[in-house]
């Protein structure tokens, strides 16, 4: 008879304790490692082999876990040609762990965890589009399929964690990570949280299609100081547990089995050693089980930047006792532990439970039943024609309409001549956003692609890329207006890029962000993890290039693919027509065409407030005051507004009504209004409810989004959509600091964007 861990018919509380009574401290310590190991194999030809410095590595006491191995970017190295194609991936995968479970004393499987922000980040996978794309649907339900088609496409070739969902709320977009994230909403967050869980683990964490979501960066992460990506976040407790944590509490009581901790500190304590938050909020108050994973080298930071303790057996020492169960990467949780141990510097209890819930999380994956991936179906799934038709639909759904002049959209596809214009008209990787594999430039659909594609026979496109995003040179502009003169529309594509191009400069080696210093060599690159902007301005010469096309008189439509809110008040003063995709990802061009002539109505709204100047900043929607004041040389009202988006057709909000409209504060309302498309043709429409609290014991946002439903309505169609008001969206976070649903009124505000609304009134009596 074997030991009672191998037995799948046993509890898996059961199967944990009896691991753990097997194993010794090394091998204990060995399961709270996560290494680096884009090289733990080599590639020989169609080949695939263990490499020796793996070997060396797993020394007889095992590895709890490996990073990135099928992770393949500029920082990795890892290129098409010396990449893995997705049968050599799952291969990869399957002879690390069979080495693993040959060469270890008690064959303990090794968890493989990858990035898939949107999309798994290995050469074949497909590209959806950011994760700020993906929250402009204002579709969960979109999402929660999309999360699964990653899933499924990371645990064919092994994969079994991911480093998503990225649920911080943004405060500053000066922030080169907003893209990563779906908004500055707390409440638009946590329902895309919820899918996100739900779609990646799937029903259970064994099936061939699940993974384990790992939600970040607990927390606080979004609201850095002055929007530097890992600086302190200015927030108090009220703030903290108001702003920052609903989205992660939501995700947690969705079933996240991981959360990683932040580099950020929070009012002077680093989150890798708060105990309050890791082990107070997230398991005593929340009833977290899952294991809490390190940010890449967090742990080391706690004595090299934080300064909080003296060296890595302190370091070690203060992050488990906090609650951090596994390291990822930083040389910490290896002899720095071991020799704390010894030293009696942290109990072995200590060390048992971190252990026991990454084993708990392993049992729950199925690992010891099924440690390895399936070659065929990797080579079936990944990249699939039905994932590439999933991330068109979600950039479609995603792309939001800001201005359109006198209906010039959407353009006929008999047009006679289009001119194309701008540094991303046809710019692969500037489309696709941080965290993306190398790709084949047949696999990813440009702008200019897919104009040509969706245009008659007959439409002549003349293409100029005019610019770069970022350099100063205008030798392209003679060809650009020269092009514009020439056709009947300027359709000119600008914004950003979070392509990344480390140049002799590399990347930081512990965290892979880029290491920005004095003239930069990266090219395009003005957004993701490390390129933080100080202005929100259009980088480069691309405002002058606008001007030149302006000024042929050619109408123009300007289309934005940035990771940011960016400040374009002089595109929207003399632009003819506005479409914002963010980064739509590798179907984007088709997406983009679909709505420039018309195959599809935009339906996309914003998630963030675009300001007029990064001067403005804060502009998010749910300030907790009205009187927040003006700038003397500047209004305090943004250039478009949380929730902002046009449409092809028109709808008109009726007969708003809460039921009863008298509560006490245990009961629920409910909200229905009737929404009518009054346009000529169907369309999609985002129905927003906001609620403000009228008076209240303590400071409340003058509003706040507490439901929303995206629908889609045919010419002349009316359809009832309805809301309930829980204690949930009622409650505030008393003087106490107590959840709370305190007796008074409620504005009830509902329509198609926040300014524009019906209201109605909710009183909650004692």
């Given at each position: ?78 290129t098409l040609e010396t990449g893995l194609s997705p049968r050599q991936g799952a291969e990869a995968v399957n002879a690390i762990q069979r080495y693993a479970l040959e060469n270890t004393r008690l064959g303990i499987p090794i968890l493989f965890g990858e990035e898939c922000s949107h999309g798994h980040q290995a050469i074949g996978a497909t590209v959806f589009p950011a994760p700020i794309t993906v929250a402009s649907t204002w579709n969960p339900d979109l999402y929660e399929r999309m999360a699964a088609a990653i899933a499924a496409e990371t645990r064919a070739q092994g994969g079994a964690a991911t480093y998503s969902p990225v649920l911080d709320v943004v405060r500053d977009p000066r922030w080169g990570r907003t893209e990563e994230t779906f908004g500055e909403d707390p409440f638009l967050c946590s329902r895309f949280a919820e899918a996100a869980v739900r779609g990646l683990q799937g029903r259970c964490l064994d099936g061939s299609g699940s993974i384990v979501a790992t939600i970040k960066h607990f927390a606080a992460y979004g609201c850095s100081e002055g929007g530097h990506n890992g600086a302190t976040a200015h927030v108090g407790p009220r703030e903290l547990r108001e702003t920052c944590l609903p989205p992660f509490r939501a ?516």
């Amino acid at each position: 008879m074997g030991p009672k861990y191998k037995d799948a018919s046993l509890p898996v509380d059961a199967r944990v304790a009896d691991l753990l009574a097997l194993m010794s401290t090394e091998e204990k310590v060995a399961q709270l490692n996560q290494e680096l190991a884009w090289k733990a194999c080599t590639k020989r030809g169609d080949r695939v082999e263990v490499a020796e410095e793996f070997k060396k590595l797993l020394s007889g006491h095992g590895i709890g876990s490996l990073y990135g191995v099928l992770r393949a970017d500029p920082w990795t190295a890892v290129t098409l040609e010396t990449g893995l194609s997705p049968r050599q991936g799952a291969e990869a995968v399957n002879a690390i762990q069979r080495y693993a479970l040959e060469n270890t004393r008690l064959g303990i499987p090794i968890l493989f965890g990858e990035e898939c922000s949107h999309g798994h980040q290995a050469i074949g996978a497909t590209v959806f589009p950011a994760p700020i794309t993906v929250a402009s649907t204002w579709n969960p339900d979109l999402y929660e399929r999309m999360a699964a088609a990653i899933a499924a496409e990371t645990r064919a070739q092994g994969g079994a964690a991911t480093y998503s969902p990225v649920l911080d709320v943004v405060r500053d977009p000066r922030w080169g990570r907003t893209e990563e994230t779906f908004g500055e909403d707390p409440f638009l967050c946590s329902r895309f949280a919820e899918a996100a869980v739900r779609g990646l683990q799937g029903r259970c964490l064994d099936g061939s299609g699940s993974i384990v979501a790992t939600i970040k960066h607990f927390a606080a992460y979004g609201c850095s100081e002055g929007g530097h990506n890992g600086a302190t976040a200015h927030v108090g407790p009220r703030e903290l547990r108001e702003t920052c944590l609903p989205p992660f509490r939501a995700a947690v009581q969705a079933g996240a089995e991981s959360v990683m901790c932040s580099y950020n500190d929070i009012d002077g304590m680093p989150a890798a050693c708060n105990r309050e938050l890791l082990t107070g909020i997230l398991r005593s108050e929340w009833g977290f089980r899952g294991f809490v994973v390190s940010d890449m080298g967090c742990i080391a930071l706690l004595h090299r930047s934080h300064r909080v303790t003296r060296d890595a057996r302190e370091s070690a020492v203060k992050a488990l006792e906090a609650g951090v169960d596994m390291e990822m990467s930083g040389g910490c949780y290896t002899e720095p532990l071991l020799q704390a141990i010894r030293e009696g510097k942290i109990a072995v209890e200590k060390l048992d439970a971190a252990a026991g819930r990454i084993l708990r999380v392993k049992f729950l994956l199925g690992l010891f039943e099924k440690p390895f991936a399936d070659p065929d179906r990797a080579e079936n799934v990944i990249g699939c024609a039905a994932h590439r038709q999933l991330a068109r639909d979600v950039a479609r759904q995603g792309i939001i309409l800001l201005k359109n002049d006198n209906g010039i959209l959407p353009l006929r596809k008999n047009i006679g001549s289009v001119a194309v214009i701008g540094p991303n008209a046809d710019a692969i990787y500037n489309q696709l956003g941080d965290y993306t594999a190398p790709q084949r430039r047949r696999e990813v659909v440009s702008v200019l692609d897919g104009i040509r594609m969706a245009v008659s026979p007959a439409t002549r496109i003349r293409y100029a890329r005019g610019c770069g995003i970022k350099d100063a040179s205008r030798a392209g502009f003679t060809e650009a207006v020269a092009a514009a003169r020439e056709s009947e529309v300027a359709v000119v594509v600008v914004g950003g890029s979070s392509a990344r191009d480390f140049g002799p400069e590399g990347g930081n080696p512990e965290t892979g962000a880029a290491v920005v210093s004095g003239a930069s060599a990266i090219s395009d690159m003005d957004c993701g993890e490390g390129f933080d902007l100080a202005s929100l301005e259009l980088q480069g010469v691309q405002r002058e290039l606008l001007e030149s096309i302006h000024a042929t008189g050619v109408p123009m439509v300007v289309i934005l693919i940035k990771g940011r809110p960016m400040a374009i008040n002089w595109i929207a003063d003399h632009a003819a027509a506005i479409l914002d995709s963010w980064y739509p990802g590798q179907e984007g061009g088709h997406a983009i065409a679909d709505v420039l002539f018309g195959d599809c109505c935009p339906g996309g709204r914003l998630t963030v407030t675009v300001p007029k100047s990064a001067a403005q900043l804060p502009v998010f929607y749910n300030a907790k005051s009205a009187e927040r004041g003006r700038y003397v040389d500047m209004d305090s009202l943004p250039l478009y507004p949380f929730g902002y988006g046009l449409s092809y057709t028109a709808f008109s909000y009726s007969n708003l009504l809460v039921t009863p409209d008298r509560i006490d504060s245990t009961q629920q309302a409910t909200v229905s209004v009737d929404v009518t498309n009054t346009g000529k043709r169907e369309g999609d429409e985002v129905v927003q409810l906001y609620l403000r609290d009228d008076v209240a014991s303590v400071t409340r946002p003058v509003r706040e989004l507490k439901g929303f439903r995206r629908i889609h309505l045919a010419p002349g169609q009316t359809k009832t959509v309805s809301f309930i008001l829980t204690q949930e969206e009622l409650q505030c976070l008393g003087a106490d600091m107590c959840w709370k649903v305190e007796p008074g009124t409620f504005t009830i505000m509902v329509g198609g964007n926040q300014h524009d609304v019906l209201t109605t009134h909710l009183e909650v009596i004692e």
